[in-house]
Structures are given as structure tokens and as C-alpha cells.
């Protein structure tokens, strides 16, 4: 088997997740599924924006110009497209490719220029019932489906040993993780109202603030977040930067409005050992499989609204009510932190992702 992974929007090897400017949830995802697959002695070629070929971790990157020659491969088992495509790509690969075309859905919704449903898909693999539940409309007849959910990264699948306490290695420090619209337009409205409540706890912010598309208004916007009470602005990081500093920290903030349809910095949090405290928006209960506080959001359901209001006073106080108990009472929480992490590092993790993969691939090739 050799699967080719297509993605439009950037440029990388492998190896990225590992920077410390990493893509995000999307990209780490094909980074992360390409080397548990290479690891299962299955081959993977990610074509992207790269301007020359590159390789990490026995994986080869090639530019998309590179595709027109290659969709005549016989060699590949099929063409998967990560998260956004173009309609006259995916039409360009389909007019000779021998393989079956698989879109690899992880935006809210089709539609538009970048995530369209389109009749050249064999199949579509999902990574949410959720997400699967509200696209069903847009599915053309006759294809083949799966919902294949994402996992975490291998810096946490034993961060912690058996006999280890969860809670000793643990920090009065929260942390707010990924790009702007997931709730950081929301925290400057809730952690002053925290902080005052919890004067101890740090919060360490891993995003590139950007708002808006103005330089000097995202400037601003950081400069507002870095003036808070107890705020420490990192900015993106690395993976192996990243759990470094989740293994020590407590607790996990994100007052998120955005039709997640599934959360890789949940999933990470959850699997450091955090207390995580977010919404009940879109696929995130379902990503958080009850292990986490879920504050109610008026559109919950709608995977096409991308920011809204939140109740700041009650985020703040179900997280300081949360946060004040675990730092009182750390012996009382270790038990459920350890369940917690248990779930995830044996329900989330990459290599277990390999089988369903090829599975739902063979099921697209078959006649």
C-alpha cells in the first residue's frame, strides 16, 4: 500500500509538528497518521507546497506541481486530500489516477472554494460523528464514509508512569492553546475575573494572537493580552516544547465558540493530565468523552457560525470554582485525573489509527 496525502495550504515535511512554528491540528494530524502508517511498513508520499522535494522521517514532501505526472502512478493505493482541495485539482488528479480519490474532511461544513463536495470522491473520512452528523446533506449518493478520529501526539502517550502522581508534577498554571478564533477573543473578558479570584495561577498563552487581518490591530490585541494580570505570552510552539510545559501545568482554558470538529489540543490537554474547561460546542463533549467542564453555548450545533457570545461571568466562575478545588484539594483529584488520562492514552493514539485507515482506503479501492 502507498498513499499519497494532498495538501493545498502549506508547505512542510513530516517533520513540523516538531518546530516551533508549527500548522496546527490539521497538519500535525497528517504528520502524525504518515509516520504511524510508515511505522506499520506502509509507504506515504504528502504532496504541498513545498518549492522542492524534501524528506523527515522516512517520509517524502513533493510540490503539488509534481502531481501531474504523478497521478499516473500505478504505485498508489489511493489520493487523500487533508483538509481543504481545489475543484479543479481534485478534477486534474481524477482524469488519469488509477486510485481512488478520499477526502479527509476536518473543517465544520463543505462548501465553498476550499472544502467542496465533490463527485470525484470514492469516499470521505470524517473525524467526528458530529462533523459526519451535520455533513450528511452534503455527501454525494453511493459514497463510502468513516469516522476516523484524530489522536495525540507521541510526547504524550506516557507522560506519566503507573506509580507516578499526576498531581505532584503539577503547577498552578493554565494555558490557552491554538490559533485566535478557539477562545482567545474571549479570555481578556474572563481570566482578569480568574486571576482575581486565583492570584497564584499563571496563565501561559500558546497562540499567535491575529484577530483580524490588520497587523497594527493584532499588535494591539496582543499587547491587551500581555498586560493582563499573570499572563505569560509564549506564542506557538513546538510539540515537544508544548508537552513540556502541559506535563506541568494544571489547568486548560478555552472558551471556545468555533464548530470544532475535533479538538487535537483537548485531546493533548486531556492526555497531560489537565483540568480542561471549555463548551459544549460542536464535537468537543464528544471529544472530551466527559472528562472535562463544558459551559453551554447558544449555538452549539450550528457548524457554520465561527464566533459568538459567551457568558464570560459564568465561564469564569465554573473555572475558578474548578480551579480552586484542585489547587485546595490535589490528593482528591488524583484519581480522576489518572482515569482520565488512562481513557486517552489507550483510546488516542496514532498507531491505532493505522488499521481503520487501511481498512476504509481497501473498502474505497474495491470494485
Not at 38 to 65: M, V, Y
Not at 182 to 189: E, F
Not at 267 to 278: Q, Y
Amino acid at each position: 500500500m502507498h498513499l499519497a496525502f494532498v495538501d493545498i495550504a502549506y508547505g512542510y515535511t513530516a517533520g513540523r509538528p516538531e518546530q516551533d512554528t508549527p500548522l496546527g491540528g490539521t497538519t500535525s494530524a497528517l504528520c502524525f497518521l504518515a509516520r504511524a502508517l510508515r511505522d506499520a511498513g506502509i509507504s506515504c508520499t504528502i504532496f504541498n507546497k513545498l518549492t522542492e522535494p524534501a524528506s523527515a522521517h522516512g517520509i517524502q514532501s513533493l510540490p503539488l506541481e509534481m502531481l501531474t505526472e504523478e497521478r499516473r502512478n500505478p504505485a498508489y493505493t489511493a489520493f487523500i486530500f487533508c483538509g481543504r482541495w481545489a475543484d479543479w485539482l481534485v478534477a486534474h488528479i481524477a482524469e488519469t489516477a488509477q486510485a481512488p480519490l478520499i477526502a479527509w474532511m476536518h473543517e465544520s461544513s463543505f462548501g465553498g472554494q476550499l472544502v467542496p463536495a465533490l463527485p470525484q470522491f470514492k469516499g470521505v473520512a470524517f473525524v467526528s460523528d458530529w462533523q459526519a452528523r451535520v455533513n450528511q446533506p452534503y455527501v454525494p449518493p453511493g459514497r463510502k464514509q468513516a469516522v476516523i478520529r484524530n489522536a495525540m501526539g507521541p510526547w504524550y502517550e506516557s507522560m506519566f508512569a503507573p506509580e507516578t502522581s499526576i498531581t505532584a508534577l503539577k503547577t498552578p498554571l493554565a494555558v490557552y492553546i491554538g490559533a485566535t478564533p478557539r477562545g482567545l477573543l474571549h479570555l481578556p473578558g474572563i481570566w482578569p475575573q480568574i486571576h482575581a479570584a486565583c492570584p497564584e495561577l499563571e496563565l501561559r498563552i500558546f497562540a499567535n494572537p491575529a484577530p483580524t487581518a490588520d497587523p497594527g490591530q493584532n499588535a494591539a490585541f496582543a499587547a491587551q493580552l500581555r498586560a493582563m494580570p499573570g499572563v505569560s505570552h509564549v506564542g506557538m510552539a513546538g510539540q515537544p516544547r508544548l508537552a513540556a510545559a502541559l506535563q506541568q501545568a494544571s489547568f486548560y482554558l478555552a472558551p471556545n465558540p468555533f464548530p470544532e470538529t475535533s479538538c487535537i489540543a483537548l485531546i493533548e490537554s486531556m492526555s497531560a493530565g489537565l483540568c480542561c474547561i471549555t463548551t459544549a460546542r460542536a464535537a468537543l463533549p464528544e471529544t472530551a468523552h466527559g472528562f472535562a467542564a463544558l459551559l453551554p453555548v447558544a449555538a452549539a450545533d450550528d457548524p457554520h457560525i465561527f464566533t459568538q457570545p459567551l457568558d464570560h461571568t459564568e465561564f469564569a466562575a465554573v473555572a475558578t470554582r474548578i480551579i480552586q478545588d484542585r489547587l485546595r484539594s490535589p490528593a482528591g483529584w488524583e484519581e480522576r485525573l489518572r482515569a482520565q488520562v488512562s481513557f486517552f492514552q489507550h483510546h488516542y493514539r496514532w498507531r491505532d489509527r493505522v488499521a481503520p485507515w487501511t481498512d476504509f482506503v481497501n473498502a474505497c479501492a474495491a470494485k
